[in-house]
């Protein structure tokens, strides 16, 4: 077969123009690809790296386990949630009771909520948490298994920064530890008396900490995390879009080192995540959406609207994040079951 002078030129120009066109294609799935600003290792704060597939960015954020957990409601929240298959499920902090320095009870926690954390079919993300690290015990078990305290990774064109509001951990007194483990054992031993027992502390402090646990609520950056988040923030100048990930809600805890994160995170589009509190709100300052999660489990701290189990599922398309609320009593197979017994 013979092959004009013209031909072969077409076949040469066709060949050359699919060659930029290839070579952007790769590049643009390397960017995509998941990349955290650590050497991964073998003890990382996440349970796998996010598979590049096809779609927009989509992940579900999760609320408090425990703070008094109760019975089911997170192993089965892990499995709901492989219903919907997002790239990944992230914590917004405290998976284990903690505030303890029995080194077999932790291990005996983090075993159970990684039993349960396997059940979701795909990466979880862990995030550090008042009751996950509060002592030199429950720190050393936390870099024993989830290693980096606070970090950061992108991933699909998106800059997910992960603080850590313990630093340094707040001890609780073991007075106040005593009568918290009182009530985590009935949760364990008699949901119903322990849910009511809350119920009436709720109505005899008006869903207010007595002065007791009040000391718990503060909120530590230490000024190494600091200059990490600003180092991190300018080396990702213009990602899609910054998640920001903390455990206790510094905007409304009057934390002035929080402050500083706020004023480097002007002029970008972000969304801040945090938990704590046991009660959802969304809040929306300069354009920036602050959502502080409810529960996946943990007992609740007030009445109203905010108390609920549920994950927040997150898009990220061209014109910004679309969030879909769903709550975990709500949410069920094609059999139309949750699975949930115990889920408010």
Same mark, same amino acid.
């Given at each position: 077969?013979?092959?004009?002078?013209?031909?072969?030129?077409?076949? &040469?120009?066709?060949?050359?123009?699919?060659?930029?066109?290839?070579?952007?294609? &790769?590049?643009?799935?390397?960017?995509?690809?998941?990349? #955290?600003?650590?050497?991964?290792?073998?003890?990382?704060?996440?349970?796998?790296?996010?598979?590049?597939?096809?779609?927009?960015?989509?992940?579900?954020?999760?609320?408090?386990?425990?703070?008094?957990?109760?019975?089911?409601?997170?192993?089965?929240?892990?499995?709901?949630?492989?219903?919907?298959?997002?790239?990944?499920?992230?914590? /917004?902090?405290?998976?284990?009771?903690?505030?303890?320095?029995?080194?077999?009870?932790?291990?005996?926690?983090?075993?159970?909520?990684?039993?349960?954390?396997?059940?979701?079919?795909?990466?979880?993300?862990?995030?550090?948490?008042?009751?996950?690290?509060?002592?030199?015990?429950?720190?050393?078990?936390?870099?024993?298994?989830?290693?980096?305290?606070?970090?950061?990774?992108?991933?699909?064109?998106?800059?997910?920064?992960?603080?850590?509001?313990?630093?340094?951990?707040?001890?609780?007194?073991?007075?106040?530890?005593?009568?918290?483990?009182?009530?985590?054992?009935?949760?364990?031993?008699?949901?119903?008396? !322990?849910?009511?027992? /809350?119920?009436?502390?709720?109505?005899?402090? !008006?869903?207010?900490?007595?002065?007791?646990?009040?000391?718990?609520?503060?909120?530590?950056?230490?000024?190494?995390?600091?200059?990490?988040?600003?180092?991190?923030? &300018?080396?990702?100048?213009?990602?899609?879009?910054?998640? /920001?990930?903390?455990?206790?809600?510094?905007?409304?805890?009057?934390?002035?080192?929080? !402050?500083?994160?706020?004023?480097?995170?002007?002029?970008?589009?972000?969304?801040?995540?945090?938990?704590?509190?046991?009660?959802?709100?969304?809040?929306?300052?300069?354009?920036?959406?602050?959502?502080?999660?409810?529960?996946?489990?943990?007992?609740?701290?007030?009445?109203?609207?905010?108390?609920?189990?549920?994950?927040?599922?997150?898009?990220?398309?061209?014109?910004? #994040?679309?969030?879909?609320? !769903?709550?975990?009593?709500?949410?069920?197979?094609?059999?139309?079951?949750?699975?949930?017994?115990?889920?408010?």
């Amino acid at each position: 077969m013979s092959i004009s002078r013209a031909g072969l030129l077409r076949g &040469a120009l066709a060949s050359t123009a699919l060659l930029p066109a290839a070579g952007l294609a &790769a590049t643009t799935r390397e960017a995509a690809a998941f990349r #955290p600003d650590m050497a991964s290792g073998d003890i990382h704060p996440w349970t796998a790296v996010p598979r590049l597939g096809g779609g927009p960015l989509r992940f579900a954020v999760i609320g408090d386990h425990t703070g008094v957990g109760r019975p089911g409601v997170f192993d089965q929240a892990m499995v709901q949630l492989s219903w919907l298959q997002p790239d990944f499920v992230l914590s /917004v902090g405290d998976l284990i009771e903690g505030y303890t320095e029995d080194r077999a009870e932790i291990a005996r926690q983090w075993t159970a909520v990684e039993r349960s954390v396997a059940k979701l079919n795909c990466p979880f993300v862990y995030t550090l948490g008042n009751h996950d690290v509060d002592n030199a015990e429950t720190l050393d078990a936390w870099r024993e298994r989830r290693g980096a305290a606070y970090y950061s990774f992108t991933y699909k064109g998106a800059l997910f920064v992960v603080l850590n509001t313990e630093d340094p951990p707040t001890p609780m007194t073991p007075k106040v530890a005593a009568q918290f483990y009182s009530l985590v054992d009935l949760m364990r031993s008699d949901p119903d008396k !322990a849910e009511k027992t /809350v119920d009436e502390h709720i109505a005899a402090n !008006a869903g207010g900490r007595n002065g007791e646990y009040s000391s718990l609520e503060v909120v530590r950056f230490s000024d190494r995390q600091l200059g990490w988040v600003r180092d991190t923030l &300018a080396r990702h100048p213009t990602p899609q879009w910054t998640f /920001v990930i903390l455990h206790k809600p510094a905007w409304k805890m009057q934390s002035p080192d929080f !402050a500083k994160v706020q004023a480097m995170l002007a002029g970008r589009p972000h969304t801040v995540f945090a938990g704590h509190t046991h009660y959802f709100t969304h809040e929306v300052f300069d354009g920036h959406d602050y959502i502080n999660m409810g529960v996946t489990g943990g007992i609740r701290q007030r009445n109203g609207p905010g108390t609920m189990d549920h994950a927040m599922v997150v898009t990220l398309t061209q014109n910004g #994040p679309l969030y879909a609320n !769903a709550r975990f009593n709500g949410l069920m197979d094609v059999a139309g079951e949750t699975g949930q017994v115990r889920a408010y």
